[in-house]
């Protein structure tokens, strides 16, 4: 046993920091016991008394911030003390740029420093954002804003100029994009090739990009245009922009288009545009009306699992050897295209008739009072693509973010009946990094509704990727295990219901991030629009129609 | 500047304390809410002149013009008494959410099996809090004060919280409590901690940050958002000061000495 200490003078760190720091740190390998603490009087006390009291830390100065390692041996304690300086100071978070990333002031100072960058990632209070996003455009730069908080006339005065100049603004408020290959902010390691995306929906970009990738196709460019662009205000100008975009790049062979339903105007824009456009293209317009894409040849879907299978259907037939200009010909080539859709939705009717049957075992374990649905997501695209799918099979489905406005919860922080919680709405995430990052918030929530004898099934997504928390398996499990004992020990069976959006090649690793969860006994599904089945059926089962 | 962070930077000048926060960290009684905070721009220094005007980082922000907040406690003696009386609901719903290390933890009927640093310092808030409960008030700021984990330590925060408490029974008793209170207030001072000893003085004039005024409101039946939602809000400051805080203030309510 050895006890090692460390004393940082005049340092600060916020109390979450800290803690972080003593918690990482007492659960290293070979560590016994670990504080983080201000040298006081009193917390020298403490530390005499659970025999963590060293010379260095009796002599420090009070204020001095004191880190003390008790480990079974002195090579557990210097990593663990290695271990802690990096978290206090910030260096162990991963970097995807390999080499350290040059440091700059200034969007000036960061593209003399980059030599030739085509494009700025805005990151700043939304005060600010506007101006810096502007400044990019007068250099000739594309644009991606993941700042929110800009204002409306900011926003489409920013287009506007984009547009006439040929650059795109992505966002404000866009979290994902995937250019020429690089994932931007929260986006997942996909392969490259011939599908490209035009999105105003984060999660949803997501969905279909890693599902795009995880089937063997892969992504040309995702191009985000940020939530507002698809209203009236706005216009769509992104929207146009991006499909302009995609219809010129010579890599791009089929489109695809994800977003909630954009405002007619825009949609009219959009079918217009669509009009002069050669590629096949699919569009998701989550819970829009179809009709006027099926009669502009643009392929409808309602989940974006259906989205991205169409897709790369649509790409394995542009792969496939050309016709010749003969008739005949053609008319084969579109009734074997209509044959690869016509798979899609047979691998969809499959995937439904196995989930019922998992539906009904479930169901069985399930006492008679539990009969209520409780989703907590992350991703806001997710949140409403639930909502959609469960309201056929559950009636009414209570949301802080509802698609419904009868069925807005009265206060998000209580469930009602069926309820799916989006805790990327503001009301969560002011204050707090997104949940994608920090499960803090959702792991009280989990626990909140396992103790709610009426629940019977939990649904979750988890998002990984880059941006997405690096250990949600570390994060999330203990929660799960812990909120299934509560049950358990009152006499209930939770059903937890999930899906993994993500690839192998992402940091957290798919494959891994699934097979943890199954050891902790959650359902996993493929995509998030199988999960929210396996749920409405469970509980439909279960006798939980509102 | 005493120390910076992204969302709130501290600077202090002798025992004065000025915070200047985003939005997330919201009004109280030391606080200047900025709408997009960026301690970059604000610099090393800021100058708050008489006429209410802060200089910082080569820019003015004319205070006189934001919004103020009140951070007095309601004194009204039946909203007082009804926060007293319903104080001990409350601490169940903190000790469902309060962190691990939190001295709200202390608090827990049936604590569980401790060892280490983490049982040391539980064992030594409950010494504390069982000197408050016996009137033995400068030995338990003495006991607690500077105990704990965090920017401000634990028995700090809990002593603020104990102070805001006493200022919430001296009007639902109508009694003076001033002597408690400077007691208290005397001997948790550490003069070496601007931050601490400045919390301590505004608790100990009665003001409170939104967070606990608004847990004061719920208690007393007059907040716009429920028991949990108030509790969760006032956790949910720092890692665990919220709690700590919280912790403080309803031990005070629900576990007073009554020599006085």
Redesign the interface.
């Known amino acids: 046993m050895t006890i090692k200490s460390v004393i940082y003078r005049g340092e600060?760190?916020?109390?979450?920091s800290?803690?972080?720091t003593?918690k990482a740190v007492t659960g290293a390998p070979g560590v016994?016991?670990?504080?983080?603490?201000?040298v006081?009087?009193?917390?020298r006390?403490?530390?005499k008394?659970?025999?963590?009291l060293t010379p260095e830390v009796e002599a420090a100065q009070?204020?001095d911030l004191a880190v003390?390692v008790?480990a079974q041996d002195d090579a557990s304690a210097e990593a663990a003390h290695k271990n802690a300086r990096e978290l206090l100071s910030g260096r162990n978070k991963k970097s995807s740029g390999g080499a350290a990333a040059a440091k700059a002031?200034t969007l000036e100072g960061a593209a003399e420093s980059l030599g030739g960058a085509n494009m700025a990632v805005i990151s700043v209070?939304?005060?600010?954002a506007a101006a810096v996003a502007d400044s990019a455009l007068e250099r000739g730069m594309h644009v991606m804003l993941f700042s929110d908080?800009v204002k409306l006339a900011d926003e489409v005065a920013l287009k506007k100029k984009a547009a006439a100049k040929g650059l795109l603004v992505m966002g404000p408020d866009c979290g994902t994009a995937i250019i020429n290959g690089a994932p931007l902010c929260f986006a997942n390691a996909v392969s490259r090739g011939m599908i490209g995306v035009v999105g105003a929906a984060g999660t949803g970009m997501q969905e279909v990009t890693t599902l795009i990738s995880n089937e063997g196709e892969g992504i040309s460019q995702a191009i985000g245009t940020g939530g507002r662009d698809i209203k009236r205000d706005v216009g769509g100008i992104m929207f146009m922009e991006g499909l302009k975009a995609l219809a010129a790049d010579p890599a791009t062979r089929v489109i695809l288009m994800v977003s909630k339903p954009p405002h007619p105007e825009v949609m009219e824009k959009i079918v217009e545009a669509a009009r002069g456009i050669a590629k096949p293209m699919v569009a998701l317009f989550l819970g829009g009306d179809t009709a006027i894409l099926e009669e502009e040849g643009i392929y409808p879907a309602k989940t974006l699992e259906e989205a991205a299978l169409k897709a790369v259907a649509l790409a394995r037939f542009e792969s496939a050897p050309q016709p010749s200009s003969d008739s005949n010909a053609l008319a084969r080539e579109t009734n074997r295209y209509l044959m690869a859709l016509k798979d899609v939705e047979t691998r969809l009717n499959h995937s439904e008739n196995d989930i019922k049957r998992i539906a009904f075992d479930e169901a069985r374990k399930l006492n008679p009072s539990q009969n209520c649905l409780r989703g907590l997501y992350t991703g806001g695209t997710f949140c409403y693509e639930a909502q959609l799918i469960l309201e056929p099979l559950l009636g009414g489905v209570w949301s802080n973010a509802p698609v419904s406005p009868a069925y807005k919860l009265k206060?998000a922080?209580?469930s009602e009946g069926n309820t799916i919680i989006d805790l990327g709405e503001d009301e969560f995430t002011?204050?707090?990094p997104h949940p994608m990052i920090d499960f803090t918030l959702r792991n009280?929530r989990i626990l909140d509704e396992a103790r709610d004898p009426a629940v019977a099934v939990i649904l979750l997504d988890l998002v990984i990727g880059w941006g997405s928390n690096m250990k949600p398996m570390e994060d999330l499990l203990p929660t799960l295990a812990q909120a299934r004992d509560m049950a358990e020990r009152g006499g209930r069976h939770i059903v937890f219901v999930a899906s993994v959006t993500g690839t192998e090649q992402d940091p957290q690793g798919r494959s891994a991030a699934v097979k943890g969860l199954r050891d902790a006994g959650v359902i996993v599904l493929p995509t998030n629009a199988q999960a929210a089945i396996l749920a409405g059926h469970i509980i439909r089962i279960s006798g939980g129609r509102q | 500047m005493?120390?910076?962070?992204?969302?709130?930077a501290n600077y202090a000048a002798g025992a004065k304390l000025l915070c200047t926060v985003?939005?997330?960290?919201g009004p109280g009684p030391l606080n200047l809410v900025f709408?997009?905070?960026?301690a970059?721009l604000l610099g090393a220094s800021v100058e708050l002149a008489q006429d209410g005007v802060l200089s910082a980082g080569g820019l003015a922000f004319d205070t006189r013009q934001a919004q103020r907040y009140d951070s007095a406690l309601p004194s009204a003696q039946n909203v007082c008494s009804r926060a007293q009386e319903n104080a001990g609901k409350f601490l169940s719903l903190l000790l469902k959410?309060a962190?691990e290390?939190s001295f709200a933890r202390a608090l827990e009927p049936q604590p569980g099996p401790e060892s280490?640093?983490a049982?040391?310092?539980m064992?030594?808030a409950r010494e504390g809090m069982e000197l408050l409960q016996k009137g033995h008030y400068y030995d338990a700021a003495r006991?607690?004060?500077?105990?704990?984990?965090?920017?401000?330590?634990s028995?700090d925060d809990f002593l603020c919280g104990y102070l805001l408490g006493i200022n919430v029974l001296e009007h639902a008793h109508g009694k003076n409590l001033n002597y408690r209170k400077q007691t208290i207030y005397g001997a948790a001072l550490?003069g070496?901690?601007p931050l601490t000893d400045a919390f301590l003085s505004c608790a100990c004039e009665g003001g409170a940050g939104w967070r606990i005024k608004q847990l004061f409101e719920a208690m007393a039946g007059t907040a716009a958002v429920?028991p949990?939602?108030a509790v969760?809000a006032a956790i949910d400051h720092?890692?665990?000061?919220g709690a700590d805080t919280a912790a403080g203030f309803i031990f005070a309510l629900t576990r007073e000495h009554d020599d006085d």
Do not use: W
């Open positions: 600060y760190h916020d109390s979450v800290l803690m972080n003593a016994k016991d670990c504080a983080v603490v201000m006081t009087q009193e917390n006390g403490i530390l008394n659970s025999g963590l009070e204020g003390v008790s002031s209070a939304g005060r600010y908080n206060d922080l209580r002011v204050g707090r009280r | 005493h120390s910076s962070f992204a969302r709130a985003g939005p997330e960290a709408d997009d905070f960026d970059q959410k962190p290390l280490g640093f049982g040391e310092l064992r030594a006991k607690l004060r500077g105990t704990g984990v965090g920017l401000t330590p028995g550490s070496r901690n429920t949990q939602r969760e720092g890692a665990t000061s």
